[in-house]
């Protein structure tokens, strides 16, 4: 099925919220959370509420059948946030569901329409990065007085309902939740693959480190290398499939991971390395096509396993050029089962 106008509109409407959302989060927490004496506790708990409670929520999500009032919930309690900073452990926690919530609902309705293809979500995943990256960088600074962000969360809540309201009810609905009976073996190994594809991306991307990067220009580059592979990835996954797509960006990815010292094969490698992102979302989805909530969820809690070695420091890979080519030799491994047996 062709994205329509009216699909691009909705799209377009959640990519920009998850833009906002991403910021707004890493805004607060460097702004302001930074200061608390907890706040090493205070990033673990808001990943474990960012990502691992997708899980769980994505199951509700599944069963509400309400996806955009789900996101507007999320747009909503990630405003909120900003009136608990005087307790962070309280901020951080609705911080974190907030985000959770945002995701789910424009994730889940971004995969209703994307039954044959993949582009739509990576071009709604791949703004969070753009995100993520200008809210630490205000959010250490002064330029941005911090009640901007929580007047524009609610605007971007009533901008989600609105374009609802002008598709006049013409979202697809989710498919009636249901898991599948007794884990067929098939589905078994679509899960496992996949999942553990996403902690080696979410490890490496957290460990990953060049001599060239630094704060300013090649830090920018390479978080636009992080956006426009996500984004890409799922458009040639629909032009060539996703199984070569993942085979080519994983398989080209480890020798330019062996260089690391050259600024062009290092931001290549991350371009590559982060296409398979939409297509781990969306083969996951068809193997779970009653449980797209849970599909989503079960692969952010991937990421929030692959947060934990770094953020207790526990190393394992040396940090040497090799093991980061030898995660993308992994994850390929991975991967080629797990699409293989999603049967896209």
Same mark, same amino acid.
């Not at 330029?143 to 609802?164: D, E, N, Y």
């Not at 996403?198 to 704060?215: D, I, N, T």
């Not at 996954?237 to 020798?255: E, N, Q, T, Y």
């Not at 991937?302 to 207790?312: C, H, I, N, R, V």
């Given at each position: 099925?062709?994205?329509?106008? +009216?699909?691009?509109?909705?799209?377009?409407?959640?990519?920009?919220?998850?833009?906002?959302?991403?910021? !707004?989060?890493?805004? /607060?927490?460097?702004?302001?959370?930074?200061?608390?004496?907890?706040?090493? *506790?205070?990033?673990?708990?808001?990943?474990?509420?960012?990502?691992?409670?997708?899980?769980?929520?994505?199951?509700?999500?599944?069963?509400?059948?309400?996806?955009?009032?789900?996101?507007?919930?999320?747009?909503? %309690?990630?405003?909120?946030?900003?009136?608990?900073?005087?307790?962070?452990?309280?901020?951080?926690?609705? %911080?974190?569901?907030?985000?959770?919530?945002?995701?789910?609902?424009?994730?889940?309705?971004?995969?209703?329409?994307?039954?044959?293809?993949? &582009?739509?979500?990576?071009?709604?995943?791949?703004?969070? !990065?753009?995100?993520?990256? /200008?809210?630490?960088? /205000?959010?250490?600074?002064?330029?941005?007085?911090?009640?901007?962000?929580?007047? #524009?969360?609610?605007?971007?809540?009533?901008?989600?309902?609105?374009?609802?309201?002008?598709?006049?009810?013409?979202?697809?609905?989710?498919?009636?939740?249901?898991?599948?009976? &007794?884990?067929?073996?098939?589905? %078994?190994?679509?899960?496992?693959?996949?999942?553990?594809?996403?902690?080696?991306?979410?490890?490496?991307? =957290?460990?990953?480190?060049?001599?060239?990067?630094?704060?300013? *220009?090649?830090?920018?580059?390479?978080?636009?290398?992080?956006?426009?592979?996500?984004?890409?990835?799922?458009?040639?996954?629909?032009?060539?499939?996703?199984?070569?797509?993942?085979?080519?960006? =994983?398989?080209?990815?480890?020798?330019?991971?062996?260089?690391?010292?050259?600024?062009?094969?290092?931001?290549?490698?991350?371009?590559?390395?982060?296409?398979?992102?939409?297509?781990?979302?969306?083969?996951?989805? +068809?193997?779970?096509? &009653?449980?797209?909530?849970?599909?989503?969820?079960?692969?952010?809690?991937? %990421?929030?396993?692959?947060? *934990?070695?770094?953020?207790?420091?526990?190393?394992?890979?040396?940090?040497?050029?090799?093991?980061?080519?030898?995660?993308?030799?992994?994850?390929?491994? /991975?991967?080629?089962? &797990?699409?293989?047996? #999603?049967?896209?």
């Amino acid at each position: 099925m062709a994205y329509t106008r +009216k699909h691009w509109r909705m799209i377009s409407t959640y990519s920009a919220a998850h833009f906002l959302v991403d910021f !707004a989060c890493a805004f /607060l927490m460097f702004r302001t959370i930074s200061a608390s004496p907890d706040f090493r *506790l205070c990033i673990l708990l808001y990943n474990f509420c960012a990502f691992a409670m997708q899980m769980p929520l994505g199951i509700l999500a599944d069963r509400l059948d309400r996806n955009f009032l789900v996101a507007i919930a999320g747009c909503v %309690l990630v405003g909120a946030a900003y009136g608990f900073v005087a307790f962070p452990l309280a901020a951080v926690i609705v %911080l974190g569901l907030g985000n959770a919530l945002f995701h789910l609902g424009g994730g889940v309705d971004v995969l209703n329409i994307s039954t044959r293809r993949s &582009g739509a979500l990576g071009v709604f995943v791949s703004p969070g !990065a753009f995100g993520i990256y /200008l809210g630490t960088l /205000l959010g250490n600074g002064t330029a941005l007085s911090p009640i901007v962000v929580p007047i #524009a969360l609610p605007a971007a809540a009533v901008v989600i309902f609105a374009v609802h309201r002008l598709q006049r009810g013409q979202y697809p609905k989710n498919a009636a939740f249901a898991l599948p009976a &007794g884990t067929p073996r098939r589905i %078994l190994i679509v899960a496992v693959c996949l999942f553990f594809v996403v902690c080696l991306r979410s490890y490496v991307g =957290l460990a990953l480190s060049f001599p060239w990067k630094s704060p300013g *220009l090649w830090a920018a580059l390479a978080v636009c290398a992080v956006v426009f592979g996500k984004a890409a990835g799922g458009f040639l996954a629909d032009k060539l499939g996703a199984l070569r797509v993942g085979v080519i960006s =994983l398989g080209a990815a480890a020798p330019l991971f062996l260089i690391p010292r050259s600024a062009a094969a290092g931001l290549l490698s991350v371009l590559l390395f982060n296409m398979t992102m939409p297509i781990t979302l969306w083969a996951m989805a +068809k193997a779970f096509p &009653g449980a797209k909530g849970f599909s989503f969820g079960l692969l952010t809690f991937g %990421l929030f396993l692959g947060f *934990l070695p770094a953020y207790s420091g526990v190393t394992f890979f040396s940090g040497a050029p090799w093991t980061f080519a030898a995660a993308a030799v992994i994850s390929l491994a /991975l991967l080629w089962p &797990g699409l293989r047996k #999603a049967k896209l």
